[in-house]
């Protein structure tokens, strides 16, 4: 890939959409973090940012103050991550009228990972929501939320096949999701061909790619095996004698980052959600390789026949 090709990519009028992912802070030196990198990305004029919320409702709290800070204070739109995980209907029923007073009216609706975190089984609460698809009608059923879901271009780590991922996905969105944001994946082939599975099993809400920017390697890589997400070889290769040289390996990532969401521009996509890990500078390098800037304009819309109707 020359540097002139990517340097026209960059360049096209395309309507590029970013939006960020933070996780709520847990003392005083995160929250400074937080709010850093959330001042460092707000110009870029994201679409949303969504606060996470802690396995088993861990983070209930942080969450909700992050969430409600951002609604209260910044122009940003904020999203709230909701789990069902260790929680009954009343329970969860609760926390949504708190960001409805809070004037919060969109949702990340997820399942959520078991107390014990990715990996360990996971056991429904008897008087709960059972499943994300349960919990988007549930949501519907309060008020005409907003509610993104999540997607699997590897399937979920639970499902025996991708039939079942399908049918649970199909449900989310009969029950009133509107946007998917995907796992993080380094395989943009197995990104498209995913997209083109959900359109085929008659789908057809935005699918957004999940970017996660390598801060660490070797730690990204841990996480990605316990939730399903292949790392290629040539990705391997690429950050291969780094684990000492910080500095390298942060060029070599903003290198690696900004190579695959310029391919999926190539390949019709137009909107990205960005698993920050609450540092700016290498969502916002890879952005500014986007052609996103601060207080700009993020270029023209795609016109109606363009590939990126695929992705809408």
């Known amino acids: 890939m020359s540097v002139s090709s990517l340097s026209r990519r960059a360049m096209r009028d395309v309507d590029i959409n970013v939006s960020f992912e933070f996780f709520p802070p847990k003392n005083e030196k995160m929250e400074k973090t937080l709010w850093n990198s959330i001042e460092r990305l707000a110009p870029l004029n994201p679409s949303f940012v969504s606060v996470t919320y802690g396995a088993g409702g861990s983070t209930r709290k942080r969450t909700h103050d992050t969430v409600s800070y951002i609604a209260r204070e910044t122009d940003i739109s904020p999203a709230a991550h909701l789990t069902c995980v260790d929680a009954s209907r009343e329970e969860v029923d609760e926390v949504i009228r708190e960001y409805w007073d809070a004037g919060v009216r969109h949702f990340v609706a997820l399942r959520g990972d078991p107390t014990g975190g990715v990996g360990t089984h996971y056991k429904p609460n008897p008087d709960g929501y059972q499943n994300a698809a349960e919990l988007v009608a549930g949501m519907k059923a309060f008020a005409d939320f907003e509610i993104t879901v999540a997607a699997y271009p590897e399937k979920h780590p639970e499902s025996p096949d991708f039939a079942t991922d399908m049918d649970m996905l199909k449900r989310k969105v009969d029950n009133g999701a509107t946007r998917a944001i995907t796992q993080f994946c380094f395989d943009n082939d197995v990104f498209e061909a995913y997209v ?92 500014h390789m986007l052609g996103v800037r601060a207080g700009g304009d993020n270029g023209e819309p795609v016109s109606a026949d363009n590939n990126n109707a695929k992705a809408a």
């Not at 070889?233 to 291969?240: D, I, K, P």
């Not at 070599?252 to 695959?260: M, S």
């Open 196 to 287: 083109e599975r959900v359109r085929k099993a008659g789908i057809y809400i935005p699918i957004v790619p999940g970017i996660a920017p390598i801060h660490n390697f070797k730690s990204l890589s841990a996480f990605a095996a316990k939730c399903g997400t292949h790392i290629p070889t040539w990705l391997e290769q690429r950050f291969e004698g780094l684990e000492n040289e910080p500095g390298t390996e942060e060029l070599v990532a903003a290198a690696v980052g900004a190579e695959q969401v310029l391919d999926l521009v190539d390949r019709g996509f137009s909107d990205f959600h960005f698993y920050t890990m609450n540092r700016a500078d290498l969502v916002y390098a890879i952005c």
